[in-house]
């Protein structure tokens, strides 16, 4: 009798500890797995949309793209396949698949690894969701673990729903809307039992059965799907025929945004200032400033104007590089870029050449050289010499003896005429009277925050700087002597419509009202009297300067209307020259000229800006002198108290 009561208390207590180990490896397993009632509140990774100023679509941004579908929009011969390929017994099972467990323990012993996981729709989802993808005997009880609290908190249905919005298809697509929308082209809803059973196919291994990575593949994958459709008497044989023929067509999708580099330059700042993760999976709206209209001026005055180019570097065998253009245009009140073209082809080289290419401006520095000496009291009659100069250079031996682009000199003219027709010599003449460390802080007023040469030479434009800064800083002219500092975004709204950032806005007084309104004047002067003709066609008040350098490396036209501000520039990547005679003039004006037919289409006729205490005196040209009769010399605009008739 003692020894039997020994025996079951033996096995009792082995019973017990049994247990013990039993629940205390499942309160192992179970101990940090996640909340499954955190299901209901799950939300993807949001997608961020950025919007022109006329709300276009211009790209979306995300980690993983997933357009959220209701199951009953879901096509049957869709999720019978998904079924049929990924879990027969869904229906039935709880959760786990035994036979199938039992099975894949086989084939893994027998291969030394994972080879099988015998995964069910809901272990997938579970995985999915809340678990890593690496593959260990813990990973797949607790994926077990998991699918079962699935299976008793939520229906058939529910999970099937989830598991199709979420499940990846291979080729970034993620969910069958977007998995449609990518192989296909069109809506989960309209597809046919071919494309189905191709959808179907690839959740078994995404990377290889994709048709846009390996076509071939993806059909013979298909084709089994359609065959274990037919088996289970989902379709006739006729069906199967017909669907298991057709062949894939790859949809040509238009994944290029409208406005790639100015893209490109929204995401470079909202990465540095909210960083890439809200950026990405935030679910983000950003407005910005671009105009859909002026992008596609841009975008096509830029394809054009290289194309004529290309056809004059076509006779010299010499020009291999190609050449490449850049046009920026922004908004002289505001500050805001209505378009930014970074090159000729984005497909080609993304770099943007309109805002990241230092490249020297030639001439077009002048003006402000110019605007400084109108700041320190010159006006446009002020006198400067023309003629051969020589400064010392690095040795005695090498002085630097600049000279004009023409070869020519006149002797005295006014500082208008020097800016109007480029002259290399005044120019130089008037950096060093000046001096240079003053127009040096001058140009960062304007908004020039490259690093400028201490040099004489600063004032034919030696020193690189970017489109965008050398365009902001004419729109100071336009804008009555205020610096607006250009920008791209308006706002940024979270996933529930707030605003989270927008950029800070940057004014300051640069220069006077009274000079800004001279040098609008002097720079009318660049395009009635001097380099700028050919846009005397442009019957609008506009003003600019061409810009050359050496060997016809750059070419650039950058002026302004009383609303918006253009810069455009033209040459080759590698520096190399773009071709004889490619001067500001030939090469960046006509881009500039066709952006702005299309920026002035249907805006009303606008004047520059005229303070009251300014008056207009015609004046020669050469000699400053004023003129009495009106068919005579230029109309030039002074101060009251600063005019050529003051003592």
Not at 133 to 158: F, G, H, N, S, V
Not at 492 to 499: R, T
Request: net charge neutral; aromatic share 8%; proline share 6%.
């Amino acid at each position: 009798m003692n020894k039997r009561l020994y025996i079951t208390g033996f096995i009792l207590l082995f019973a017990a500890v049994a247990c013990g180990g039993v629940t205390g490896l499942f309160l192992f397993m179970i101990r940090d797995l996640p909340q499954i009632r955190s299901l209901e509140t799950y939300e993807a990774p949001g997608i961020t949309r950025i919007y022109a100023a006329d709300n276009q679509l211009l790209a979306e941004l995300y980690r993983e793209k997933r357009d959220p579908v209701a199951l009953d929009q879901i096509p049957a011969y869709l999720k019978q396949a998904i079924i049929t390929a990924e879990d027969r017994q869904f229906y039935t099972h709880s959760g786990i698949d035994l036979k199938g467990i039992a099975r894949a323990i086989i084939y893994d012993i027998m291969a030394g690894e994972f080879v099988q996981g015998a995964s069910t729709i809901t272990q997938q989802l579970s995985k999915t969701l809340f678990l890593s993808p690496e593959k260990t005997l813990l990973r797949k009880i607790r994926e077990a673990l998991l699918a079962i609290q699935l299976e008793r908190r939520y229906t058939k249905d529910e999970i099937l729903e989830r598991y199709l919005n979420q499940i990846y298809f291979g080729s970034g697509a993620y969910g069958v809307e977007s998995a449609a929308q990518k192989f296909f082209g069109k809506p989960v809803t309209a597809l046919d039992l071919a494309q189905c059973a191709l959808i179907a196919a690839m959740p078994k291994a995404p990377s290889a059965y994709s048709p846009l990575v390996n076509p071939e593949l993806a059909i013979r994958r298909r084709n089994i799907v359609l065959r274990q459709m037919l088996d289970c008497g989902i379709i006739t044989s006729a069906q199967y025929e017909n669907a298991a023929s057709r062949p894939f067509v790859a949809v040509q999708h238009k994944t290029l945004s409208p406005a790639p580099y100015f893209v490109d330059h929204v995401k470079k700042i909202l990465e540095k200032e909210i960083g890439p993760r809200q950026l990405y999976q935030g679910g983000l709206t950003v407005h910005t400033t671009l105009s859909g209209r002026l992008q596609i001026a841009a975008d096509q005055a830029v394809a054009r104007g290289i194309e004529m180019i290309q056809q004059r570097r076509d006779t010299d065998p010499a020009l291999t590089s190609p050449p490449q253009g850049a046009l920026i245009a922004i908004d002289v009140r505001t500050g805001g870029i209505l378009s930014m073209t970074g090159g000729y082809d984005y497909n080609q080289s993304s770099y943007n050449r309109a805002t990241d290419a230092r490249r020297q401006p030639g001439s077009a520095f002048k003006p402000i050289l110019y605007a400084h000496a109108i700041e320190q009291g010159f006006h446009q009659a002020s006198l400067i010499l023309d003629a051969p100069v020589s400064f010392p250079g690095s040795s005695k031996n090498d002085p630097w003896q600049p000279d004009n682009f023409s070869g020519t000199y006149e002797g005295e003219i006014t500082l208008r005429k020097a800016l109007t027709h480029s002259k290399n010599i005044p120019a130089v003449r008037l950096m060093d009277q000046l001096g240079i460390s003053g127009v040096i802080d001058f140009a960062k007023k304007l908004g020039i925050d490259s690093r400028l040469s201490p040099y004489l030479s600063l004032s034919l434009g030696t020193s690189g700087v970017t489109l965008t800064e050398l365009t902001a800083a004419y729109a100071v002219f336009a804008n009555q002597g205020i610096y607006t500092a250009p920008h791209c975004i308006k706002n940024v709204l979270d996933s529930g419509n707030q605003s989270i950032w927008q950029p800070d806005s940057e004014k300051r007084i640069a220069m006077t009202r009274e000079n800004a309104a001279i040098m609008c004047n002097m720079l009318e002067g660049v395009i009635s009297e001097g380099t700028g003709k050919k846009a005397r066609s442009i019957h609008h008040p506009l003003a600019g300067k061409t810009g050359t350098t050496n060997k016809y490396k750059d070419a650039l036209f950058v002026g302004f209307s009383p609303f918006i501000a253009v810069g455009v520039w033209v040459g080759c990547d590698d520096y190399t020259p773009l071709g004889a005679m490619e001067t500001g003039a030939r090469a960046a004006l006509p881009i500039w000229m066709a952006f702005m037919e299309k920026a002035l289409e249907h805006r009303e006729y606008e004047y520059f800006d005229v303070p009251d205490n300014m008056v207009r005196i015609r004046i020669d040209p050469n000699t400053g002198r004023p003129v009495t009769d009106d068919s005579d010399g230029v109309a030039a605009l002074f101060q009251k108290e600063n005019t050529p008739n003051s003592p």
